[in-house]
């Protein structure tokens, strides 16, 4: 959520504030009739003589009486009213809060803290409809960790999620404000690179790759290295004819061939 309120709170907010004016108004009419009985009591208590010769005057008071006990007993409804909105109001407004962030949990990979598969398909899905957004121009990476399964088997689940986050970080150290990087599975990790020619997205994945490889995996609060990490990129650029599917999977098949030509490269699939 921003800071800024949103209308539903708003809207909460100035129901409270009505009902307060409603409470108040009413406490203060309540006090109006309450000084005119007061002022008048005498009326009531004359003996009956007196009192039949004015006993108009009697009648006016039970009346007015009457109708004190009628907005007396609203009052009391008015002021539950009002503590119930802002209950209500406070509760609803932390459950709103609570719901956006399961949304946007469900949207985030956990361990990186990157988007996610969902998210990211979520938004290439709008991009691809909108391509006059880009200039026409938008190119997916798909990346794939050299040997993950053996840093996991050798080295541990702890190292291999170091490795993942080291990867994401290089991932967001070499993109550009409007790219759009997600884990996609496992060890494979995807980035949107919108208004770019095919051959600036090559060299962005040769940024990352070098970043990646550059950096060496470490023992935790020790200065032993444990080795290397490398990644295998493919790159495909949209066609007007896309879908999701289709571009995800011309940029799939790309990364096979970079790791079948030796690993630790982009391919273009060309």
């Known amino acids: 959520m921003t800071d800024k309120k949103s209308d539903f709170e708003n809207s909460i907010a100035d129901l409270h504030v009505t009902a307060s004016?409603?409470?108040?108004?009413?406490?203060?009419?309540?006090?109006?009739?309450?000084?005119?009985?007061?002022?008048?009591?005498?009326?009531?208590n004359l003996e009956?003589?007196?009192a039949n010769k004015d006993k108009g005057c009697g009648a006016v008071l039970d009346s007015i009486g009457h109708v004190r006990d009628q907005i007396r007993q609203i009052s009391e409804f008015s002021s539950e009213f009002d503590r119930k909105i802002a209950s209500y109001g406070d509760?609803?407004?932390e459950l709103k809060i609570e719901l956006e962030k399961n949304k946007k949990d469900a949207l985030i990979d956990?361990?990186?803290g990157i988007a996610n598969r969902r998210r990211f398909e979520q938004v290439l899905s709008a991009i691809l409809e909108d391509m006059k957004s880009v200039q026409g121009h938008l190119s997916v990476l798909l990346g794939d960790i050299d040997d993950f399964k053996?840093?996991?088997?050798?080295l541990g689940h702890a190292i291999g999620d170091q490795v993942l986050k080291l990867v994401a970080h290089a991932f967001a150290a070499n993109l550009k404000q409007g790219d759009f990087v997600a884990r996609w599975a496992g060890d494979e990790f995807a980035a949107i690179l919108p208004s770019i020619t095919p051959e600036n997205a090559t060299v962005v994945a040769q940024r990352v790759r070098d970043t990646i490889s550059s950096k060496s995996i470490r023992k935790k609060n020790s200065t032993e290295t444990l080795g290397k990490v490398t990644m295998?990129?493919?790159?495909a650029s949209a066609e007007p004819a896309d879908t999701v599917e289709s571009l995800i999977e011309r940029a799939d098949r790309a990364m096979y061939q970079a790791k079948n030509s030796g690993k630790n490269m982009v391919s273009t699939g060309e």
């Open 232 to 235: 295998s990129f493919g790159i």
């Open 21 to 44: 004016h409603i409470s108040g108004g009413l406490q203060r009419v309540l006090s109006l009739l309450e000084d005119v009985i007061g002022e008048n009591a005498d009326i009531l």
């Open 91 to 93: 509760e609803i407004v």
């Open 150 to 154: 053996e840093v996991n088997d050798t």
């Open 48 to 50: 009956d003589s007196v």
């Open 110 to 112: 956990p361990l990186t």
